[in-house]
């Protein structure tokens, strides 16, 4: 079971955390829908966040930090 009180959501290294996520779903060309993994991308849950929720900032900031860096999949 994950700790919530214990998790770091401004972890920008932290693989399923709010950053890692969207700048994921920038590279990937997905819509924005801000969330995060606790266990890490693809193991348990999705979170959603919700404005104004704690994580919901760093999800914004890593899809706004892919998209001005122009890094995007090549899907050729």
């Not at 959603?48 to 900031?61: A, N, R, S, V």
Request: hydrophobic share 25%; glycine share 16%; aromatic share 14%.
């Amino acid at each position: 079971m994950i700790d919530f009180e214990k998790v770091d959501l401004k972890d920008r290294e932290r693989h399923g955390g709010p950053y890692d996520r969207g700048a994921a779903d920038s590279y990937y060309g997905r819509s924005i829908h801000p969330h995060w993994w606790p266990a890490g991308t693809g193991h348990g849950s999705a979170i959603p966040l919700k404005e104004g929720e704690e994580g919901y900032d760093e999800y914004m900031q890593g899809f706004q930090d892919n998209a001005n860096s122009g890094n995007y999949k090549d899907w050729g």
